[in-house]
Protein backbone atom coordinates (compact mmCIF):
# COMPACT_ATOMS: atom_id res chain seq x y z
CA UNK A 1 0.00 0.00 0.00
CA UNK A 2 1.67 3.53 -1.07
CA UNK A 3 2.57 5.10 1.83
CA UNK A 4 0.64 8.92 2.60
CA UNK A 5 1.93 11.88 4.33
CA UNK A 6 1.28 11.84 8.17
CA UNK A 7 3.24 11.87 10.94
CA UNK A 8 3.28 7.92 11.43
CA UNK A 9 4.57 7.96 8.09
CA UNK A 10 7.39 10.07 8.38
CA UNK A 11 8.39 8.30 11.89
CA UNK A 12 7.99 4.75 9.91
CA UNK A 13 10.09 6.20 7.16
CA UNK A 14 12.61 7.22 9.74
CA UNK A 15 12.86 4.31 11.92
CA UNK A 16 15.51 2.52 9.18
CA UNK A 17 17.91 5.33 9.91
CA UNK A 18 20.16 4.79 12.81
CA UNK A 19 22.43 7.06 14.68
CA UNK A 20 25.77 5.99 13.29
CA UNK A 21 27.97 5.42 16.57
CA UNK A 22 25.04 4.21 18.89
CA UNK A 23 23.73 1.83 15.48
CA UNK A 24 20.32 1.94 17.07
CA UNK A 25 17.13 3.52 15.33
CA UNK A 26 16.99 7.16 15.78
CA UNK A 27 12.88 6.76 16.44
CA UNK A 28 13.47 3.74 18.71
CA UNK A 29 15.93 6.43 20.74
CA UNK A 30 13.34 8.60 21.26
CA UNK A 31 15.80 11.31 18.78
CA UNK A 32 13.04 12.18 16.48
CA UNK A 33 9.84 14.26 18.62
CA UNK A 34 7.79 16.77 17.24
CA UNK A 35 6.77 15.29 13.65
CA UNK A 36 4.48 18.31 12.31
CA UNK A 37 3.14 18.63 8.51
CA UNK A 38 2.34 21.42 6.65
CA UNK A 39 1.44 21.53 2.81
CA UNK A 40 4.38 19.36 1.80
CA UNK A 41 6.62 20.57 4.56
CA UNK A 42 7.91 17.98 7.04
CA UNK A 43 9.31 19.61 10.39
CA UNK A 44 10.11 17.60 13.28
CA UNK A 45 12.82 17.98 16.14
CA UNK A 46 16.29 15.59 15.94
CA UNK A 47 17.23 15.19 19.79
CA UNK A 48 20.93 14.59 19.57
CA UNK A 49 22.90 12.96 22.21
CA UNK A 50 25.34 15.87 22.93
CA UNK A 51 25.30 19.21 21.02
CA UNK A 52 29.45 18.10 19.95
CA UNK A 53 27.84 14.91 18.06
CA UNK A 54 30.74 14.93 15.22
CA UNK A 55 27.81 13.55 12.91
CA UNK A 56 25.22 16.12 13.55
CA UNK A 57 25.50 17.00 9.63
CA UNK A 58 25.31 13.14 8.29
CA UNK A 59 22.08 12.54 10.36
CA UNK A 60 20.12 15.35 8.87
CA UNK A 61 21.23 14.15 5.77
CA UNK A 62 20.21 10.67 6.16
CA UNK A 63 16.72 11.84 8.22
CA UNK A 64 15.84 14.48 5.01
CA UNK A 65 17.03 11.29 2.81
CA UNK A 66 14.66 8.84 4.19
CA UNK A 67 11.63 11.50 4.47
CA UNK A 68 12.24 12.84 0.40
CA UNK A 69 11.38 9.33 0.07
CA UNK A 70 7.44 9.76 0.69
CA UNK A 71 5.10 11.20 -1.59
CA UNK A 72 4.25 15.18 -1.63
CA UNK A 73 7.14 15.92 0.24
CA UNK A 74 8.52 19.29 -0.72
CA UNK A 75 10.51 20.00 1.85
CA UNK A 76 11.85 19.00 5.28
CA UNK A 77 13.26 20.99 8.25
CA UNK A 78 15.36 19.56 10.83
CA UNK A 79 15.39 21.55 14.33
CA UNK A 80 18.33 20.32 15.45
CA UNK A 81 18.84 19.96 19.74
CA UNK A 82 20.64 18.02 22.39
CA UNK A 83 20.01 16.31 25.41
CA UNK A 84 23.00 14.57 27.04
CA UNK A 85 22.31 11.25 28.53
CA UNK A 86 23.34 11.38 32.45
CA UNK A 87 25.87 8.55 33.34
CA UNK A 88 25.44 5.39 34.79
CA UNK A 89 25.46 5.50 38.16
CA UNK A 90 27.49 2.92 40.76
CA UNK A 91 26.16 1.54 43.64
CA UNK A 92 28.88 2.11 46.03
CA UNK A 93 30.24 5.33 44.56
CA UNK A 94 28.40 9.38 45.26
CA UNK A 95 27.33 11.59 42.27
CA UNK A 96 26.82 14.97 42.06
CA UNK A 97 23.35 15.92 41.59
CA UNK A 98 22.86 17.39 38.44
CA UNK A 99 25.90 16.58 37.21
CA UNK A 100 25.27 14.32 34.57
CA UNK A 101 28.80 13.65 33.38
CA UNK A 102 32.19 13.48 35.11
CA UNK A 103 35.55 12.98 32.81
CA UNK A 104 38.76 13.17 34.02
CA UNK A 105 41.95 13.79 31.95
CA UNK A 106 45.13 12.44 33.35
CA UNK A 107 48.57 12.37 31.58
CA UNK A 108 51.22 10.22 33.14
CA UNK A 109 54.19 12.72 33.46
CA UNK A 110 53.57 16.31 33.69
CA UNK A 111 54.41 18.94 31.16
CA UNK A 112 53.01 16.92 28.14
CA UNK A 113 49.91 19.03 27.85
CA UNK A 114 47.10 17.84 30.04
CA UNK A 115 45.70 21.07 31.03
CA UNK A 116 46.07 22.35 28.06
CA UNK A 117 43.93 19.63 26.34
CA UNK A 118 41.48 19.34 29.05
CA UNK A 119 41.10 23.21 28.97
CA UNK A 120 40.05 23.49 25.46
CA UNK A 121 37.75 20.21 25.73
CA UNK A 122 36.43 22.19 28.03
CA UNK A 123 36.04 25.23 25.79
CA UNK A 124 34.95 23.63 22.99
CA UNK A 125 31.93 21.32 24.26
CA UNK A 126 30.78 24.59 26.12
CA UNK A 127 30.68 26.73 22.91
CA UNK A 128 29.07 23.73 21.30
CA UNK A 129 26.24 24.79 23.54
CA UNK A 130 26.84 22.28 26.77
CA UNK A 131 26.66 23.37 30.44
CA UNK A 132 30.34 22.41 31.72
CA UNK A 133 32.48 22.67 34.64
CA UNK A 134 36.09 22.11 35.50
CA UNK A 135 37.93 20.79 38.69
CA UNK A 136 41.79 21.48 38.12
CA UNK A 137 42.92 19.12 40.78
CA UNK A 138 46.64 19.53 40.15
CA UNK A 139 48.68 20.12 43.21
CA UNK A 140 51.74 20.38 41.31
CA UNK A 141 51.04 23.19 38.75
CA UNK A 142 47.25 24.46 39.06
CA UNK A 143 47.38 26.42 35.49
CA UNK A 144 43.88 25.83 34.30
CA UNK A 145 42.62 29.29 36.03
CA UNK A 146 45.32 31.40 33.84
CA UNK A 147 44.62 29.10 30.90
CA UNK A 148 40.47 30.36 31.54
CA UNK A 149 41.54 33.59 32.01
CA UNK A 150 40.40 33.62 35.81
CA UNK A 151 43.59 33.98 37.91
CA UNK A 152 42.41 36.88 39.37
CA UNK A 153 39.41 35.55 40.22
CA UNK A 154 38.00 33.88 43.72
CA UNK A 155 36.03 31.53 44.68
CA UNK A 156 33.13 33.07 46.92
CA UNK A 157 32.40 31.21 50.27
CA UNK A 158 28.36 31.05 50.98
CA UNK A 159 27.38 29.95 54.27
CA UNK A 160 24.41 27.80 54.31
CA UNK A 161 22.57 25.76 56.93
CA UNK A 162 24.13 22.33 55.38
CA UNK A 163 27.61 23.70 55.20
CA UNK A 164 29.87 26.39 53.39
CA UNK A 165 28.75 26.78 49.55
CA UNK A 166 31.71 27.50 46.48
CA UNK A 167 30.48 29.32 44.08
CA UNK A 168 32.72 28.65 41.28
CA UNK A 169 33.92 31.80 38.65
CA UNK A 170 33.30 30.93 35.05
CA UNK A 171 34.86 32.35 32.03
CA UNK A 172 33.97 31.26 28.35
CA UNK A 173 30.84 29.39 29.62
CA UNK A 174 33.00 26.96 31.84
CA UNK A 175 32.43 27.22 35.97
CA UNK A 176 35.83 26.30 37.10
CA UNK A 177 37.37 25.56 40.75
CA UNK A 178 41.18 25.06 41.05
CA UNK A 179 43.40 23.98 43.92
CA UNK A 180 45.56 27.03 42.43
CA UNK A 181 42.88 28.99 44.71
CA UNK A 182 43.54 27.45 47.96
CA UNK A 183 47.43 26.67 47.77
CA UNK A 184 49.82 29.10 48.50
CA UNK A 185 52.26 28.85 45.69
CA UNK A 186 55.56 29.03 48.32
CA UNK A 187 54.30 26.27 49.79
CA UNK A 188 56.89 22.98 49.21
CA UNK A 189 54.19 20.22 47.39
CA UNK A 190 55.04 17.85 50.19
CA UNK A 191 52.47 19.60 51.89
CA UNK A 192 49.82 19.63 49.68
CA UNK A 193 49.55 16.19 49.33
CA UNK A 194 47.26 15.48 52.64
CA UNK A 195 45.15 18.19 51.69
CA UNK A 196 44.55 16.85 48.60
CA UNK A 197 41.57 14.09 49.33
CA UNK A 198 39.56 16.86 51.10
CA UNK A 199 39.66 19.73 48.46
CA UNK A 200 38.76 17.18 46.00
CA UNK A 201 36.02 15.92 48.03
CA UNK A 202 34.66 19.57 48.96
CA UNK A 203 35.17 20.17 45.25
CA UNK A 204 32.78 17.47 44.34
CA UNK A 205 30.50 18.00 46.95
CA UNK A 206 30.35 21.61 47.96
CA UNK A 207 30.62 23.48 44.84
CA UNK A 208 27.61 25.45 43.46
CA UNK A 209 27.51 23.73 39.62
CA UNK A 210 23.87 23.55 39.00
CA UNK A 211 23.13 21.69 35.92
CA UNK A 212 26.63 20.36 34.38
CA UNK A 213 26.51 18.12 31.28
CA UNK A 214 30.12 17.33 31.74
CA UNK A 215 32.58 18.31 34.51
CA UNK A 216 36.04 17.80 33.40
CA UNK A 217 38.67 17.17 35.83
CA UNK A 218 42.81 18.00 35.20
CA UNK A 219 44.31 15.01 37.72
CA UNK A 220 48.12 15.81 38.45
CA UNK A 221 50.20 13.93 36.48
CA UNK A 222 50.96 10.04 37.78
CA UNK A 223 49.03 7.78 39.21
CA UNK A 224 48.74 8.80 43.23
CA UNK A 225 46.39 10.02 45.58
CA UNK A 226 43.92 12.40 43.35
CA UNK A 227 43.15 9.56 41.26
CA UNK A 228 42.51 7.29 43.94
CA UNK A 229 40.45 9.59 45.56
CA UNK A 230 38.19 10.96 42.77
CA UNK A 231 37.82 7.30 41.39
CA UNK A 232 36.86 6.18 44.61
CA UNK A 233 34.80 8.74 45.54
CA UNK A 234 32.21 9.63 42.42
CA UNK A 235 31.02 7.70 38.92
CA UNK A 236 32.68 8.05 36.37
CA UNK A 237 31.88 8.79 32.62
CA UNK A 238 35.67 8.20 31.74
CA UNK A 239 38.75 9.22 31.53
CA UNK A 240 41.28 10.81 28.64
CA UNK A 241 44.68 9.81 29.08
CA UNK A 242 47.12 12.47 26.92
CA UNK A 243 50.43 11.69 26.08
CA UNK A 244 53.55 12.66 23.70
CA UNK A 245 54.70 10.27 21.30
CA UNK A 246 57.94 9.55 22.59
CA UNK A 247 58.72 6.22 24.14
CA UNK A 248 59.16 7.48 28.09
CA UNK A 249 55.54 9.25 27.95
CA UNK A 250 53.79 5.71 26.21
CA UNK A 251 55.84 3.64 29.25
CA UNK A 252 53.62 6.14 31.41
CA UNK A 253 50.47 5.99 29.56
CA UNK A 254 50.83 2.79 30.07
CA UNK A 255 50.67 2.87 33.79
CA UNK A 256 47.99 5.20 33.67
CA UNK A 257 45.98 3.19 31.88
CA UNK A 258 46.06 0.04 34.24
CA UNK A 259 45.30 1.71 37.54
CA UNK A 260 42.44 3.22 36.08
CA UNK A 261 41.07 0.26 34.49
CA UNK A 262 41.84 -1.66 38.36
CA UNK A 263 39.95 1.09 39.88
CA UNK A 264 37.53 0.18 37.17
CA UNK A 265 37.55 3.82 35.30
CA UNK A 266 36.04 3.52 31.70
CA UNK A 267 39.26 4.96 29.28
CA UNK A 268 37.49 6.62 26.69
CA UNK A 269 41.23 6.62 24.69
CA UNK A 270 44.16 8.92 23.70
CA UNK A 271 45.19 12.16 23.22
CA UNK A 272 48.62 12.15 21.22
CA UNK A 273 49.87 16.02 21.92
CA UNK A 274 52.61 18.03 20.22
CA UNK A 275 52.33 15.10 17.65
CA UNK A 276 54.39 17.33 15.57
CA UNK A 277 55.89 21.06 14.98
CA UNK A 278 53.72 23.49 13.02
CA UNK A 279 56.46 26.23 12.54
CA UNK A 280 54.69 29.62 13.20
CA UNK A 281 55.73 31.75 9.76
CA UNK A 282 55.01 28.23 8.08
CA UNK A 283 51.76 27.07 9.10
CA UNK A 284 51.16 24.63 5.85
CA UNK A 285 54.68 23.00 6.94
CA UNK A 286 54.43 19.70 9.50
CA UNK A 287 57.79 18.75 10.83
CA UNK A 288 57.14 14.76 12.36
CA UNK A 289 59.76 15.58 15.46
CA UNK A 290 58.95 12.05 16.72
CA UNK A 291 58.81 10.01 13.59
CA UNK A 292 55.33 9.78 11.94
CA UNK A 293 51.93 8.09 13.03
CA UNK A 294 53.31 7.48 16.70
CA UNK A 295 50.23 7.77 18.04
CA UNK A 296 48.17 5.49 15.66
CA UNK A 297 50.90 3.16 17.26
CA UNK A 298 50.58 3.91 20.48
CA UNK A 299 46.81 3.59 20.78
CA UNK A 300 47.27 0.33 18.83
CA UNK A 301 49.66 -1.08 21.80
CA UNK A 302 47.27 0.25 24.37
CA UNK A 303 44.45 -1.41 22.81
CA UNK A 304 42.74 2.32 22.77
CA UNK A 305 40.97 4.74 20.48
CA UNK A 306 43.51 7.58 19.50
CA UNK A 307 41.00 10.50 19.69
CA UNK A 308 43.56 13.10 18.01
CA UNK A 309 46.74 14.23 17.85
CA UNK A 310 47.55 17.79 18.91
CA UNK A 311 50.40 19.62 17.07
CA UNK A 312 53.09 21.57 19.00
CA UNK A 313 52.04 25.44 17.95
CA UNK A 314 53.58 28.70 19.04
CA UNK A 315 49.74 29.82 19.54
CA UNK A 316 48.58 26.94 21.63
CA UNK A 317 51.39 27.89 24.23
CA UNK A 318 50.78 31.71 24.09
CA UNK A 319 46.99 31.33 24.29
CA UNK A 320 47.55 29.43 27.27
CA UNK A 321 49.66 31.73 28.65
CA UNK A 322 47.05 34.77 27.88
CA UNK A 323 43.89 32.81 28.80
CA UNK A 324 42.87 32.75 25.60
CA UNK A 325 41.84 28.87 24.07
CA UNK A 326 43.21 28.15 21.04
CA UNK A 327 39.62 26.72 20.21
CA UNK A 328 38.18 30.02 20.35
CA UNK A 329 41.31 32.41 19.62
CA UNK A 330 42.23 30.79 16.37
CA UNK A 331 39.19 28.52 15.44
CA UNK A 332 40.94 27.65 11.97
CA UNK A 333 44.28 26.74 13.60
CA UNK A 334 45.50 23.00 13.39
CA UNK A 335 45.80 22.85 16.56
CA UNK A 336 42.05 23.89 17.48
CA UNK A 337 40.58 21.79 14.63
CA UNK A 338 42.31 18.76 16.35
CA UNK A 339 41.20 19.72 19.57
CA UNK A 340 37.53 19.90 18.80
CA UNK A 341 37.64 16.80 17.24
CA UNK A 342 38.85 15.33 20.35
CA UNK A 343 36.17 17.41 22.59
CA UNK A 344 33.41 15.71 20.07
CA UNK A 345 34.97 12.44 20.15
CA UNK A 346 34.67 12.68 23.80
CA UNK A 347 31.93 13.45 24.26
CA UNK A 348 30.20 11.01 21.73
CA UNK A 349 32.09 8.07 23.50
CA UNK A 350 30.12 9.16 26.85
CA UNK A 351 27.09 9.61 25.11
CA UNK A 352 27.55 6.12 23.71
CA UNK A 353 28.77 4.58 27.26
CA UNK A 354 25.61 6.31 28.95
CA UNK A 355 23.17 5.35 26.35
CA UNK A 356 24.23 1.62 25.87
CA UNK A 357 26.94 0.73 27.73
CA UNK A 358 31.03 0.29 26.80
N1 LIG B 1 50.19 21.48 21.46
C1 LIG B 1 50.94 22.40 22.07
N2 LIG B 1 51.66 23.31 21.35
C2 LIG B 1 52.43 24.23 21.99
N3 LIG B 1 52.56 24.35 23.32
C3 LIG B 1 51.86 23.46 24.08
C4 LIG B 1 51.02 22.45 23.51
N4 LIG B 1 50.46 21.75 24.51
C5 LIG B 1 50.92 22.30 25.67
N5 LIG B 1 51.76 23.31 25.41
C6 LIG B 1 52.48 24.13 26.38
O1 LIG B 1 53.31 23.24 27.16
C7 LIG B 1 53.32 23.67 28.52
C8 LIG B 1 52.82 22.54 29.40
O2 LIG B 1 51.44 22.34 29.11
P1 LIG B 1 50.39 22.00 30.23
O3 LIG B 1 50.55 22.89 31.42
O4 LIG B 1 49.07 21.90 29.57
O5 LIG B 1 50.91 20.56 30.61
P2 LIG B 1 50.52 19.60 31.80
O6 LIG B 1 50.71 18.22 31.29
O7 LIG B 1 49.19 19.96 32.34
O8 LIG B 1 51.62 19.95 32.83
P3 LIG B 1 51.62 19.76 34.43
O9 LIG B 1 50.71 18.64 34.75
O10 LIG B 1 53.04 19.48 34.71
O11 LIG B 1 51.10 21.04 34.97
C9 LIG B 1 52.46 24.93 28.59
O12 LIG B 1 53.29 26.05 28.46
C10 LIG B 1 51.56 24.82 27.37
O13 LIG B 1 51.13 26.08 26.88
Not at 297 to 304: G, H, K
Amino acid sequence: MPLTLSPASVLDVLRPVEDPELRRSLVELNMIRNVEIQAGTVRFTLVLTTPSCPLREFIVDDCKKAVFALPGVADVQVDVTAETPQQKSLPDRTGIPGVKNIIAVSSGKGGVGKSTVAVNIAVALAEAGSAVGMIDADIYGPNVPTMLGLQNAIIEVRKTPQGDVLEPPSNYGVKMVSMGFLIDPDQPVVWRGPMLNGIIRQFLYQADWGELDYLIVDLPPGTGDAQLTLAQAVPMAGVVIVTTPQTVALQDARRGLKMFQNLGVHVLGVVENMSYFIPPDLPDRRYDIFGSQGGERMAQELNLPLLGCVPLELNVREGGDAGLPIVLNYPDSASAQALRHIAQQVAAKVSIAALIGI
